[in-house]
T-cell receptor, first 111, second 112 residues
Framework: GEDVEQSLFLSVREGDSSVINCTYT??????LYWYKQEPGAGLQLLTY?????DMKQDQRLTVLLNKKDKHLSLRIADTQTGDSAIYFCAARANYGQNFVFGPGTRLSVLP | KAGVTQTPRYLIKTRGQQVTLSCSPISGHRSVSWYQQTPGQGLQFLFE???????NKGNFPGRFSGRQFSNSRSEMNVSTLELGDSALYLC???????????FGPGTRLTVL
């Protein structure tokens, strides 16, 4: 079945860019998502990308997809202390199939 | 539109008891999924209901069960609680073109 991997920790300085990486194993994954979780809260959808896209930009967020390497990244420009949270990558093969989540990357933003 | 709501937000139970958690999806969403989140195991998929039928199921014992009603609201039940069932239980609803999942705030279950 699908397996999604992420590095567990990332630390950046306020104002710098953050890049969170994710790899997945199932090349048929059609939908790929990024979620953010703040302490004590549920998961907040940040953005998603379809497998027929290479890049998607949404304000400070840029998602890059390399289908050949099965690699997904989330870039946060001008990272702020409010961006400190756990970021989850998720993959879904097809409509109607369950989501598979990575372990989450804890982003710490230092002042 | 109102978001996904979960009740109760916090619950304390003792070993051997059973518990029922409730989830109300976003209006118009027909799919509801349940997840267990623990520090050690991360986010693990329990099951998904679509139009009152279980569509997908994760690898959890039969003590974990769920159901969905005709108004798409869903309940999850855990019987014979164990200490290891202490976790944040998250519900997500999905619908629309991208079929994206939107999460509720979760129910924090503590088993003593």
């Amino acid at each position: 079945g699908e397996d999604v991997e992420q590095s567990l920790f990332l630390s950046v300085r306020e104002g710098d860019s953050s890049v969170i990486n994710c790899t997945y194993t199932d090349s048929s994954s059609t939908y790929l998502y990024w979620y953010k979780q703040e302490p004590g809260a549920g998961l907040q959808l940040l953005t998603y990308i379809f497998s027929n896209m290479d890049m998607k930009q949404d304000q400070r967020l840029t998602v890059l997809l390399n289908k050949k390497d099965k690699h997904l990244s989330l870039r946060i420009a001008d990272t702020q202390t409010g961006d400190s949270a756990i970021y989850f990558c998720a993959a879904r093969a097809n409509y109607g199939q369950n989501f598979v989540f990575g372990p989450g990357t804890r982003l710490s933003v230092l002042p | 539109k109102a978001g996904v709501t979960q009740t109760p937000r916090y619950l304390i139970k003792t070993r051997g008891q059973q518990v029922t958690l409730s989830c109300s999806p976003i209006s118009g969403h027909r799919s509801v999924s349940w997840y267990q989140q623990t520090p050690g195991q991360g986010l693990q998929f329990l099951f998904e209901y679509f139009s009152e039928t279980q569509r997908n199921k994760g690898n959890f014992p039969g003590r974990f069960s769920g159901r969905q009603f005709s108004n798409s609201r869903s309940e999850m039940n855990v019987s014979t609680l164990e200490l290891g069932d202490s976790a944040l239980y998250l519900c997500a609803s999905s619908g629309g073109g991208a079929d994206t999942q939107y999460f509720g705030p979760g129910t924090r279950l503590t088993v003593l």
